[in-house]
Nanobody
């Protein structure tokens, strides 16, 4: 069992930056693929970024590529999402998700993930 707790959300002006953190419990965190998703009001939850166990494979949604950076520290059981050049359309609740091994490719669909955090609100004002 893995528990995920996100933090770091808040209110920021367009063009600003935020760094989200996701702290995971469990001794096997380093084996899991980790992702960030987001959900805006009235919209479906969408994929943002994913990272494999070794940080050797990383995937971004087209809408955030070049602005967001996903990383992980397995020693701290934590995954991060550095968000730069934020836009009002980035406003959403951001969720951390974990996928148990085995896996070959990084997953982008919500049903492929086994554990979810409670989410953290990110609001970007224009």
């Amino acid at each position: 069992q893995v528990q995920l707790v996100e933090s770091g959300g808040g209110l920021v002006q367009a063009g600003g930056s935020l760094r989200l953190s996701c702290a995971a419990s469990g001794r096997t965190f380093s084996n899991y693929a980790m992702s960030w998703f987001r959900q805006a009001p009235g919209k479906e939850r969408e994929f943002v970024a994913a990272i494999n166990w070794s940080s050797g494979n990383i995937l971004y949604a087209y809408s955030v590529k070049g602005r967001f950076t996903i990383s992980r520290d397995n020693a701290k059981n934590t995954v991060y999402l550095q968000m730069n050049s934020l836009k009002p359309e980035d406003t959403a609740v951001y969720y951390c998700a974990a996928k148990r091994p085995p896996y070959r490719d990084l997953a982008v669909a919500t049903y492929e993930y086994d554990y979810w955090g409670q989410g953290t609100q990110v609001t970007v004002s224009s």
